[in-house]
């Protein structure tokens, strides 16, 4: 029933190493995005996907690297995880245009030890 | 380039208050705005937007925010502040180089107090 989903909730890691978060959505939407909230609560938008096709790349490290295998689902790969990596990570997904509602996840927060 | 400013990162009421939750806005064109929430450890939800028909806009949970062009702004307001209203709420505007991208404001976190 789940609108869009993210695995896992939580994730804690030491630095240098590589974690995946996964997102799915089941609305039928052609985008998706990834956002990083940091501890201030501030968001922003990392990148976004339409029909498995990269729309937005946000001046991202390399490290980050994204990947849609289809349109349900658009999964986030990071390498040698730092410190400042540490956020809580939301998936959304919308329909195309202006003034489409994006639905966010539930979010995966992540801890760099 | 499109901004969002919300001012006051904290505002506290008493249950049964007046919420009032500022945003003013930055924009070349006229701008699609949006207010979400955002409970206690879970992702954001659509309260409601601003889409260029109505300059009053009746969001979910008995909110509502008026869309002003004079005054750039996008209030979001409730008559009646309930305990449950207490969470993070945040003010987007769609960006128009973009059509996928919504920038947000710093957010406002609301406490209701008995």
């Known amino acids: 029933d789940t609108a869009v989903s993210q695995t896992p909730k939580y994730l804690v890691t030491q630095m240098g190493n590589d974690k995946s978060i996964k997102c799915e959505q089941n609305l039928g939407h052609d985008t998706m995005y990834w956002y990083k909230q940091d501890s201030k609560k501030f968001l922003k938008i990392m990148f976004s996907?339409?029909?498995?096709?990269?729309?937005i790349n946000e001046t991202v490290p390399n490290r980050f690297s994204p990947k849609s295998p289809d349109k349900a689902h658009l999964n986030l790969h990071i390498n040698s995880l730092e410190l400042g990596d540490s956020a809580v990570y939301f998936c959304?997904?919308?329909?195309?245009?202006?003034?489409?509602?994006?639905?966010f996840g539930p979010g995966t927060r992540l801890l760099v030890l | 380039a499109q901004s969002v400013t919300q001012l006051g990162s904290h505002v506290s009421v008493s249950e049964g208050a007046l919420v009032l939750l500022r945003c003013n806005y930055s924009s070349s064109v006229p701008p699609y705005l949006f207010w979400y929430v955002q409970y206690p450890n879970q992702g954001l939800q659509l309260l409601l937007k601003?889409?260029?028909?109505?300059?009053l806009v009746k969001g979910i949970n008995g909110f509502e925010a008026e869309f002003k062009k004079s005054e750039t702004s996008f209030h979001l307001t409730k008559p009646s502040a309930h305990m449950s209203d207490a969470a993070e709420y945040f003010c987007?505007?769609?960006?128009?180089?973009?059509?996928?991208?919504?920038?947000f404001g710093t957010g406002t976190r609301l406490q209701v107090f008995p």
């Open positions: 996907y339409n029909n498995k096709e990269l729309i």
């Open positions: 959304a997904s919308s329909d195309r245009g202006r003034t489409e509602t994006q639905y």
């Open positions: 987007a505007v769609s960006d128009i180089f973009n059509t996928d991208k919504l920038i």
């Open positions: 601003y889409t260029s028909a109505a300059t």
